[in-house]
């Protein structure tokens, strides 16, 4: 072995130091205490379980669907619905932004109140300001007391009921 792999070999060990180890705070797991990434914020809830499209919608195109919505509304909210085009704040590698959402979506008191908290259950935080067209089938038109803004309405009111007996 000659004088300058010996050198090399020496400041190879060098270079290849041990990392400094990572802090506890306090956990005996040994895993970092940062709170998780928050997910990615958006303004259409379309979280709800995908559903079959109801025997009135099946064959009608996107403008006779947002009527039919209408006639079909079962919750007491009366959700708003119409085609909308929902860009996030992101741009793309044009310098457009990116669309978020293009569709049917409906928004509602229920939507507007307790998008916030909904979101916030969901890990977001961001409101959620629209439902989409599967979550209209499901819930707006189908059975609204699954609708996550609606159940969260519906406590509110419980709690200032039972505040004022």
């Known amino acids: 072995m000659s004088f300058f792999d010996r ?3 020496f ?6 130091a041990p990392a400094a180890p990572q802090a506890n705070h306090g956990n005996n797991r040994g895993a970092s205490s940062l709170p998780p990434e928050p997910k990615a ?10 559903v079959e499209v109801p025997e009135w919608a099946q064959s009608l195109n ?8 209408k006639d079909h509304v079962k919750c007491h909210y009366a959700p708003n619905f119409g085609w909308k085009k929902i860009m996030t704040t992101k741009t793309g590698p044009d310098g457009n932004l990116l669309p978020e959402y293009d569709g049917v979506a409906g928004d509602c008191g229920a939507v507007k ?6 979101a916030q259950l ?3 935080t961001m409101p959620y300001k629209y439902v989409d067209l599967n979550m209209a089938y499901r ?3 189908g059975i609204p007391t699954k609708c996550p803004f609606l159940q969260l309405a519906n ?9 004022r007996r």
């Open 11 to 16: 400041l190879h060990k060098g270079a290849d």
């Open 155 to 163: 406590k509110e009111a419980e709690a200032v009921n039972s505040r």
């Open 41 to 50: 914020n958006k303004n259409v809830y379309d979280e709800a379980f995908k």
């Open 122 to 124: 969901h890990g977001r």
């Open 7 to 9: 050198l090399f070999s």
């Open 113 to 118: 109140s307790y998008g916030l908290k909904v």
């Open 62 to 69: 996107n403008t006779d669907i947002v009527l039919q919505l």
């Open 139 to 141: 819930c707006c038109c």
